[in-house]
């Protein structure tokens, strides 16, 4: 089953948006679950982490406006964005997660790329 995000949209500076991922019933057992992030012309990066136990982490510059949560049951990763800023347009995807964030290096293997979900914040 493939990684599917979705909730994107276009906002207002300010405004905020929540986007899911479905298809974890594979990846069940990762125990740590991202979303990434890329911007035209960028490297996709990984942008908060969640992991099992409820654990989370965030890149400096969404730490105090966004929230990662994981609904293990219904094999669903969420990503709640709120202060929405221009400078988080970009497309967004879920992944098992892989790089360093907050001072944590992970080494999951990402899965097979979704399509993502793009946000773009404009006035």
């Known amino acids: 089953v493939q990684l599917q995000a979705s909730g994107g949209g276009l906002v207002r500076p300010g405004g905020s948006l929540r986007l899911s991922c479905v298809g974890l019933?594979?990846?069940?057992?990762?125990?740590?679950m991202a979303w990434y992030r890329q911007s035209p012309g960028k490297q996709r990066e990984l942008v908060a982490v969640?992991?099992?136990?409820?654990?989370?982490s965030y890149e400096d510059s969404v730490k105090g406006r966004f929230t990662i949560s994981r609904d293990i049951a219904r094999a669903s990763l969420y990503l709640q964005m709120n202060s929405l800023q221009p400078d988080d347009t970009a497309v967004y995807y879920c992944n098992a997660a892989r790089g360093l964030l907050s001072g944590t290096r992970y080494s999951h293997f990402p899965r097979p790329w979704g399509r993502g979900t793009q946000v773009t914040v404009s006035s």
């Open positions: 019933e594979s990846i069940a057992s990762i125990n740590s």
């Open positions: 969640h992991t099992i136990g409820d654990t989370t």
